[in-house]
């Protein structure tokens, strides 16, 4: 199954959370942060949005930065994803 987002929505998964910190202690899943850093998995089609004509800047396969407490979470075919707007997306990692 596929999903395909509407207007400014964007599709993205989330990379995996450090499992240690740079002195080499190791992070239970309650002492881990949230992840910020996604991968850009499917991209609407931008178009006039709320009365606003929106440009979509992201494409698939992007790493990006996006706002902690955006979006949707969605679970597909036993895996996660997020739905945000482009504008939670806050930096394109490169």
């Known amino acids: 199954m596929t999903m395909k987002p509407l207007g400014d929505r964007v599709v ?28 850009v998995i499917a991209v609407g089609p931008g ?16 790493k990006v930065i996006y706002s902690k407490y955006a979006g949707t979470e969605v679970k597909l075919d036993g895996e996660e ?4 707007r482009q504008s939670d997306i806050l930096a394109i990692v490169e």
């Open 12 to 39: 993205i998964k989330n990379l995996e959370a450090e499992e240690t910190t740079k002195g080499g202690i190791i992070l239970t899943n309650s002492a881990k942060e949230k992840p910020v850093m996604a991968e």
């Open 47 to 62: 178009g006039n949005v709320d009365g606003k004509e929106v440009s979509m800047y992201v494409t698939v396969g992007q």
């Open 81 to 84: 994803f997020i739905i945000v």
